[in-house]
């Protein structure tokens, strides 16, 4: 039998629908299961990720959230055939690295994208640099990001970036509300590719950087890269996988 664990959202919604799981199935704790099974949204999968990523455990997401475009519908009737064919995909996240005006050098890693933004009234101006090239003296903008093809329809899409396929091996960097360039929309990087950016005029234009759901505040400088090394597995449905969920992002209207 398949050991499984159960990690519910805090909304009353999700306790709900967890109850109607839990009086069918044993919870084992997280590093005793075959599989994870998130209960909530999008952001609650990604913290189970990131939370449980020692135990090396797929995670299959149920959908009680708002978007669930990384979630499964509610399967209680066919959980346990729906876990058996299921989709298996591994994601690789962006590791950021980055530096604040009180010295403090903090590292996280971010599935979705990792997100300089504004802290004031005052724009942001950013210098952007490519595997140790100066590729943008100055972007003066509300904020600028990289995202993964996992993230690319999220953050990334609102702020107009490009949405990418699994398995393109690419890299969505997109400036948020540029006001110079201002014709600048961004670029399309390699994977393997190395983006640092230095925050300039930081005492006067102060900026926080966030991987996912965590924030740092007053960053000076910011690396990103992706982290090949460290996988993240992801279950779906066989009939709404996550490159089919992509694909038919972008031809909504």
């Not at 972007?139 to 995202?147: F, P, Q």
């Not at 900026?207 to 910011?222: K, P």
Request: proline share 6%; with cysteine.
């Amino acid at each position: 039998m398949v050991k499984l664990s159960f990690q519910v959202s805090d909304s009353s919604f999700c306790q709900e629908v967890a109850q109607q799981y839990l009086s069918r199935f044993v919870s084992v704790p997280p590093n005793e299961a075959d599989i994870i099974i998130a209960i909530g949204g999008d952001g609650f999968l990604l913290r189970t990720l990131h939370k449980h990523h020692q135990y090396n455990k797929p995670v299959y997401g149920i959908h009680c959230g708002s978007i669930g475009f990384l979630m499964n519908s509610p399967t209680l009737d066919t959980l346990l055939e729906r876990l058996e064919h299921a989709t298996l995909t591994t994601l690789y996240p962006l590791k950021m690295d980055c530096l604040t005006q009180e010295g403090t050098l903090i590292t996280d890693f971010a599935l979705n994208e990792v997100s300089l933004i504004r802290q004031s009234s005052q724009a942001a101006k950013i210098q952007i640099e490519i595997d140790g090239i100066i590729r943008l003296d100055s972007l003066i903008c509300d904020g600028v990001l990289v995202a993964t093809p996992a993230g690319s329809t999220a953050y990334n899409l609102s702020a107009h970036g490009p949405i990418l396929p699994i398995g393109t091996n690419l890299l969505a960097l997109t400036p948020i509300s540029p006001f110079r360039p201002r014709r600048w929309r961004g670029a399309l990087l390699p994977d393997t590719a190395q983006v640092k950016f230095r925050v300039l005029e930081a005492d006067k234009r102060p900026v926080n950087t966030s991987a996912d759901d965590s924030l740092v505040m007053n960053v000076l400088e910011v690396s990103v890269r992706q982290d090949k090394s460290r996988g993240y597995k992801l279950l779906f449905d066989p009939d709404h996988n996550l490159e089919e969920r992509i694909l038919k992002e972008q031809f909504l209207t």
